[in-house]
């Protein structure tokens, strides 16, 4: 049985967030927004960003959720076998695959169908690599 604790669920979900407010802010959010078109200046609507903020968080957590359950049925003690690794492999090799296997090619398609620029993919797929890690390892350290 796999049990998944909601307060490292909710922690994981919450790096993500910090992590994207530095990353799309301080560290790369001039050139992410020179990327996107978007003028430096630009406010969004409060409504706007109310309904994107509450995406956001909910797609934090769906994420966390899912990584969580990937981790721990990845562990061979779930499965009634012996062998456990130390608990910092599953974190990163769950975000590894989760990365590799979903952002990556999803990425890769909007470089290829919607014009994104690889400077775009860089930004945003090292974000996701990033707060992957980070939240894979929150799951999988703090159990």
Known sequence: ?????????AAAAASTIVIGFFW????????WMKEMAIAQDFKPDPALLKRSMLLMIAGAVLTAVVLAYG???SRPSNWKA???APPAIYGLGAALFAWTGFYVPMLLGSVAWESRSW???AINAGYHLVTLMAAGMILALWR
């Open 119 to 121: 400077k775009w993919f």
């Open 71 to 73: 981790i721990e049925i």
């Open 82 to 84: 012996d062998g456990d």
């Open 24 to 31: 799309y802010g301080p560290l790369f959010g001039s050139a």
């Open 1 to 9: 049985m796999v049990y998944l604790n909601g307060w490292v669920i």
